[in-house]
């Protein structure tokens, strides 16, 4: 009796615990999409930046484009890192550090190699109309949005919009 009680306490624990993460998704989804409303959905017009490298990269390329804004001082940034950094290494992947200092030293500190352009002077935030941290967009081919996320990305969701935004 009492092993069939602690049972029964085990399943209703699990089943609230999976109602609780359903919605809590729900709510994250409901979030990200509201804040994605204000985003500049115009194509990609983009031609070349010099990144903090010095090296320079074209959007020239017909290639799905993941950019990807972030900030050395942002937390969430911090946990995403390794998601964009996993992604960096088989797409296009161009991150824009907004408001942020030292930023070789956080790359080089948190093991990171992905591309950087520094946003100094927030003029690309404010030409996407970023206002949230992390802010990834994701561009097909043709330089046409088709995907937004606000706040953090797991590498699986990425991993499939890049291959959705590949087709």
């Given amino acids: ?22 919605i809590l998704i729900i709510l994250a989804n409901a979030i990200s999409y509201y804040k994605s ?32 804004f972030w900030a050395t001082w942002c937390p969430v940034c911090k946990v995403e890192a390794p998601n964009i950094e996993k992604l960096s290494k088989d797409y296009e992947v161009i991150t824009i550090a907004v408001n942020s200092k030292n930023i070789k030293q956080y790359l080089k500190e948190n093991d990171l190699s992905f591309k950087v352009y520094d946003d100094k002077d927030n003029s690309y935030a404010n030409k996407f109309n970023i206002s949230v941290y992390p802010t990834t967009l994701i561009y097909d081919k043709n330089k046409s949005l088709i995907f937004s996320e606000v ?6 969701g990425l991993q499939l919009r890049m291959l959705w935004a590949d087709f």
């Fill in 37 to 68: 409303m204000d985003l500049n959905k115009e194509k990609l017009n983009l031609k070349e930046i010099k990144l903090i490298d010095n090296s320079s990269y074209s959007f020239e390329k017909k290639k799905p484009i993941l950019i990807h």
């Fill in 1 to 22: 009796m009492v092993k069939l009680n602690m049972t029964n306490k085990i399943k209703r624990y699990i089943k609230e615990i999976v109602q609780f993460m359903v």
């Fill in 151 to 156: 706040g953090y990305t797991s590498t699986l």
